[in-house]
């Protein structure tokens, strides 16, 4: 086809025709080197990303309240006081100047930085989600290593564990008397308390499960599940919810007496809901909700806590207990009445001294260091931070008095207060406490891998006693996460 041409063009507009059409091709290279420019500028501009607590913060669903952590100790003694703790002139110098008492507070304080946050994300199979989330196999390894245990610590858990296991009963109790018929030698050391099974397989069973054994898993996942067995079928159902202080047998419908039922009950309550918490174990729901229902319904509702019978005004011995099976209870995803927590904490006000750094037995009496390092934890769980100027203060006391060489009961607490802190506080307080348990724990005879009863609350309960809360003692690093690290996460 021929190519058509305007019948009026001529040289002149030709000439300008060209000068338009460069200007505007000229027009389009500079739109065109300009939008290059704006959007390598924009390609240059850095985005960050979320940082870690933002991210996790998706991940956590962390409740409105703080609640107490979940660890607990048993106080036997049924004179109904407590025994007087070593003072600081009675421990050897090594344990007593651990801390110098006018050290400043501020060295005691911890900054949680995202370094920390990172090393345990790091973990395998680390669940942040769960107060018990470090009982893994793999994962304990990792934070053995990171809070300072070893493997000689963990040997002695093996062979406590190994000790306990083989006192089991038939039925799948324990019994602080812990004697079996192959039992002659004299120096056996079992504890007075015969009758109080559910207390002393709750105790034994949180020894287990703090090592990561349960009914589902572990070397001793079939002994687990035994004494499992016997909590439910010990379980009495009442108006209150599920009563587990020791009414079974023939005498099924008789409250036990002395001082220890209400002991045995949290006991027992604390290893069902742990054991329901890390397995989810429908057949363990509605005893372990029944039991913590039982517990909110027997407390002091004028002053706060609990004691040896329900609804009297509570010690800080029984009450410590109860608060760590609340927590528990909670960690599990069971109901918790909130004013079971608000009663803990008037309790835990009128206890209190110094401002709320030490704490006594009883309303009214003086502080005590096991009393203190129950109070502390239960403050802990119950929302005091780390920089909340009664805990460092407490923190400075307990590090001055140091790890007992013979009060099992006292350095469980505090091992756990000290290693929620962490620092430089709960790296010399490991360093003895740790040698110390493994130096002293049998190393041969027929009571190899169990302790000898030293604490002067553990009469009643004797050598199991004493083998079970030095057991968890040394399952510290894993048993219950840092408690700040993992709140600092969520945050």
Not at 35 to 47: E, K, R, S, T
Not at 297 to 318: A, C, H
Not at 395 to 418: E, K, R
Request: charged share 20%; with cysteine; net charge negative.
């Amino acid at each position: 086809m021929s190519r058509i041409v305007p019948s009026n063009s001529n040289p002149s507009s030709s000439r300008w025709q060209r000068l338009i059409d460069r200007s505007a091709l000229g027009a389009v290279a500079v739109s065109l080197f300009l939008h290059a420019m704006l959007i390598l500028v924009l390609a240059l501009i850095i985005v960050h990303p979320p940082d870690v607590a933002e991210v996790l913060y998706l991940i956590i669903q962390q409740d409105v309240e703080e609640v107490e952590d979940t660890e607990t100790e048993i106080d036997l003694d049924l004179t109904g006081d407590m025994v007087d703790e070593p003072t600081q002139d009675m421990l050897p110098t090594n344990l007593s100047s651990l801390v110098e008492p006018d050290q400043e507070l501020e060295q005691f304080s911890v900054e949680l930085t995202e370094l920390d946050s990172l090393k345990l994300l790091e973990i395998p199979n680390l669940d942040i989600k769960s107060d018990f989330g470090g009982r893994d196999s793999g994962t304990r390894e990792k934070l053995l290593e990171m809070f300072g245990g070893n493997m000689n610590s963990e040997l002695a858990v093996r062979n406590g564990l190994k000790w306990l296991a083989e006192r089991q009963r038939s039925d799948g109790s324990w019994s602080f008397d812990h004697r079996r018929k192959s039992d002659k030698h004299a120096d056996h050391q079992a504890g007075t308390l015969a009758n109080c099974t559910t207390g002393a397989t709750g105790l034994a069973l949180m020894a287990f499960l703090g090592a990561g054994d349960t009914q589902d898993q572990g070397e001793h996942k079939d002994r687990v599940e035994k004494a499992l067995e016997f909590l439910v079928n010990s379980a009495v159902k009442v108006p209150e919810g599920y009563d587990l202080r020791g009414r079974n047998g023939p005498e099924k419908d008789k409250i036990p007496g002395g001082n220890y039922p209400m002991y045995a009950h949290s006991l027992a309550t604390i290893a069902l809901c742990e054991a329901y918490a890390m397995t989810k174990d429908r057949r363990l729901r509605t005893v372990a909700q029944g039991a913590i229902d039982f517990i909110f319904k027997t407390r002091n509702r004028d002053q706060g806590g609990w004691r040896y019978r329900p609804e009297e005004v509570g010690d800080l011995s029984v009450t410590g207990w109860m608060i760590m099976a609340l927590q528990s209870g909670k960690t599990a995803g069971l109901r918790v009445n909130k004013f079971a927590f608000s009663t803990s904490t008037q309790f835990l006000d009128a206890t209190q001294s110094a401002e709320g750094a030490k704490y006594a037995y009883v309303a009214g009496q003086g502080p005590k260091p096991s009393t203190t390092s129950i109070g502390l934890l239960c403050r802990m769980y119950l929302g005091w931070e780390t920089n909340h100027k009664a805990i460092q203060s407490g923190v400075v006391y307990l590090s001055s008095v140091g790890p007992s060489p013979n009060n099992i009961y006292f350095n469980y607490y505090a091992t756990q207060v000290m290693h929620h802190v962490g620092g430089a506080s709960w790296s010399k307080w490991n360093l003895v406490m740790r040698d110390s348990l493994i130096a002293s724990q049998v190393k041969s005879g027929p009571e190899k891998g169990s302790w000898n009863a030293t604490d002067p609350h553990g009469r009643t309960g004797g050598r199991l006693y004493q083998t079970c809360l030095s057991t968890m003692t040394l399952e510290v690093y894993y048993r219950h996460l840092p408690l700040y690290q993992m709140r600092s996460l969520g945050k």
